[in-house]
């Protein structure tokens, strides 16, 4: 099956006429690849014009040598360059490149840049960009920041070692990084006040938290943002300076947030819109058009989000035309409309374009709305987002609330969990994160081969509120654990009765909760992998990095569960794993490291016994990766590995017997009308900000 190409690290230039991206090869390398959306650059070498004066322009693409990782960053400038910023974690050396377009003299002769692969249609091959400019930053934690006042290409935003904020322009010619401004402490988004891309605002971190700040470029001055008369102000989310508008999660007093309007001036003052106010969800505003008159939001409830356009003037927000899905905290409006980074579990990220969202919009595209049932927005030439439907573009995914002793979860499913011959449960990571209804390529690719997979929200996951998302701290690997139990207990009554027991799938902290499943459960689970997993939470946060370890005390450890099981952690327990196990990690994973499968390989040759070659474990480290392995070079033959095993029937586990050592947990259901046996004890874009 043909598939369009994983796409991920969107970004949009300061004015939204340009977007860029990281393509994945074949291979798993990742090639930048570049828009010109509105198609007001010169002709490329060899393109002449394609569009009739007045209306939009399709919009140009090109890629560059697949030569990058998901650590850099892409960022298109307003003269249709592309910034690239490479750099090794913890090491603080950055490489900032610049690649600019061939001049229209640019001879045939060259190498020719790839266009889009998969079911685009085949793109026009466009000539090798101009050598790109080179630059070695000393820095850390930098990142490019579209704008800056004429003569910028970007802003270059580094946190220093000791928490203050240095703000500098990127310039070319030669390619330099120029005109410090420091803040004393970290600061968010800037989000432009001016059409002159000299006065910023932004959130500017202080021993009380965040507090808004107005920052000025040409003198290098900064000052904090008048207190409002009638509220305060929490963060700034989105700025339009060609209209004044400035929207902002404030509270008028009741310490319930909400999103305002801020005026500024001398006496500061916040409206709080009705309508704005009243859609259910979680409202994050996306982009504003040019005129400042218009704001896309994205409106998230659980896995499910939709994208609604707000009319300012009228308080007045309506659905888009387009069906619920993801959509990236990354949008771009230009005169050529409004651009969003959207998926669906199958249908890859991708841009697309918004019908009705362009200053001078065509008759071609515009005619009649696509029905949202059946959009797919399949790129056209050149790798163009689209507005057109597909008729194969239904998507063949839902989500499934499932009860559990304890309450409720949500969870992302594909296929037929009923039916179908395997059915995958997939954990994800972070902990705090959550699925929802984008896409995945290793879920896409389960669900191609004929799997349906079920992805859960369990406790612990963010998007349900405060209380789901804490219920796990102090207590990593408990109720979010007692959740899955009840998941899988669930699915395998509802299947027939000789069908194969489900198999697991973490990610990470996804990948811990997988190992404990199958230690809780040994004879509940047919299979089980894990990427980049760690063992325990107390072992984990003596041997990772600072990051890792201020999340796991900002948490907690808690104490051990007195139950069964006891203290979380899988090296104590990896003498009751039953089932296959295949464990992938990279072997330069600066999250979890790599040390933490090899010590899982070990417990398991420790742990032996004769149920060993009838449950073999393959645990690879995998060099030069990180910690997202098949997302790197490489990773498509590790994906294809991961699949099969996944995928592969098995005997039927689920007449063997317990052995006497595992009654304690299994005896209290050895006799459930199930013959599965069971336990009774009882969590984006890659886009830099």
């Known amino acids: 099956m043909t598939r369009r190409p994983e796409r991920i690290s969107f970004r949009f230039s300061a004015r939204s006429r340009f977007a860029a991206c990281l393509v994945a090869t074949a291979d ?41 990782t998901t650590a850099t960053q892409v960022l298109p400038t307003e003269d249709g360059g592309l910034l690239r910023l490479r750099g090794t974690a913890g090491s603080g050396r950055h490489l900032l490149l610049l690649s600019r377009p061939a001049p229209a003299s640019a001879t045939a002769a060259g190498t020719s840049l790839a266009g889009p692969r998969g079911p685009y249609p085949a793109a026009r091959e466009l000539k090798n960009p101009s050598p790109a400019e080179e630059l070695v930053v000393e820095a850390r934690g930098l990142r490019l920041v579209p704008g800056g006042p004429p003569g910028t290409l970007a802003l270059a935003v580094e946190t220093t070692h000791d928490g203050r904020t240095r703000v500098r322009r990127v310039r070319s010619t030669p390619l330099r990084l120029s005109d410090p401004v420091v803040l004393p402490g970290r600061v968010t988004a800037l989000l432009p006040l001016d059409g002159t891309g000299r006065r910023y605002a932004t959130d500017l971190e202080g021993p009380d938290g965040y507090r808004p700040v107005s920052l000025d470029l040409r003198d290098g001055t900064w000052h904090a943002l008048a207190s409002p008369a009638n509220g305060r102000i929490h963060r700034l989310l989105l700025s339009a300076p060609a209209s004044g508008l400035l929207l902002t999660a404030s509270d008028p007093g009741d310490e319930r947030l909400r999103i305002a309007h801020a005026a500024l001036g001398d006496r500061t003052r916040l409206s709080f819109p009705d309508r704005l106010n009243s859609l259910d969800g979680a409202v994050l505003p996306l982009a504003a058009d040019p005129a400042g008159e218009r704001v896309a939001l994205r409106v998230t409830r659980g896995a499910r989000a939709r994208l609604f356009l707000y009319d300012v003037g009228a308080d007045r927000p309506r659905p888009a035309a387009l069906p619920p899905g993801a959509f990236h905290p990354v949008a771009g409006w230009s005169t050529g409309g409004l651009r969003v980074v959207y998926a669906t579990p199958d249908r890859p990220t991708d841009l697309v374009t918004v019908p009705d969202t362009a200053a001078h919009p065509d008759p071609a595209s515009t005619a009649a709305h696509p029905d949202p049932a059946s959009y797919d927005a399949p790129s ?19 989500t499934e609330w499932f009860a559990t002793p304890s309450g409720r979860f949500e969870a992302v499913v594909l296929g037929d969990r009923r039916t179908a011959p395997t059915v995958v449960v997939a954990l994800h990571g972070g902990p705090e994160d959550h699925w929802t209804l984008g896409h995945d390529p290793v879920l896409a690719r389960l669900s191609d081969a004929g799997a349906a997979v079920v992805a859960p929200n369990q406790r612990g996951s963010t998007g349900y509120g405060r209380a789901h998302a804490e219920a796990i701290h102090g207590a990593w690997g408990v109720p979010d654990l007692a959740d899955i139990r009840s998941l899988v207990r669930t699915l395998t009554e509802q299947r027939p009765p000789d069908a194969e027991p489900p198999v697991l799938l973490g990610t990470s902290y996804g ?36 990051a890792v370890r201020a999340l796991i005390d900002r948490h907690g450890l808690g104490e051990p569960p007195d139950d069964d099981l006891g203290p979380r952690d899988v090296e104590r327990l990896a003498h009751r794993i039953r089932v296959p ?22 417990a398991l040759a420790r742990a032996g016994g004769p149920q060993r070659a009838l449950a073999p474990h393959d645990c690879l480290d995998i060099p030069g990766a990180g910690h997202h392995p098949l997302q790197e070079r490489g990773g498509a033959g590790l994906t294809d590995r991961l699949v099969s095993f996944l995928t592969a029937r098995a005997p039927d586990r689920r007449r063997t017997l317990a052995p006497s050592e595992l009654t304690v947990a299994d005896a209290a259901v050895r006799h459930r009308r199930s013959p599965a046996v069971f336990g009774h004890i009882t969590h984006d874009e890659r886009t830099p900000p």
């Open 511 to 546: 990948g811990f909760l997988a190992l404990l499943a199958v230690c809780a459960d040994p004879y509940a689970w047919a299979r089980c992998a894990v990427i980049a997993p760690f063992l325990s939470a107390r072992g984990l946060r003596e041997r990772s990095s600072p």
């Open 380 to 398: 056209s030439s050149l790798g163009a987002p689209s507005n057109t439907p597909d008729a194969e573009g239904t998507s063949h995914a839902a």
């Open 28 to 68: 798993g390398a990742l090639a930048p690849g570049w828009w010109d959306l509105d198609g007001t650059h010169p002709p490329y070498a060899g393109d002449p014009p394609r569009y009739r004066e007045g209306a939009p322009a399709p919009p140009r693409y090109r890629e560059g040598a697949p030569a990058e």
């Open 581 to 602: 196990l295949l464990a992938l990690h990279g072997c330069d994973d600066p999250v979890v490291p790599v040390d933490e499968t090899r010590r899982l390989r070990q």
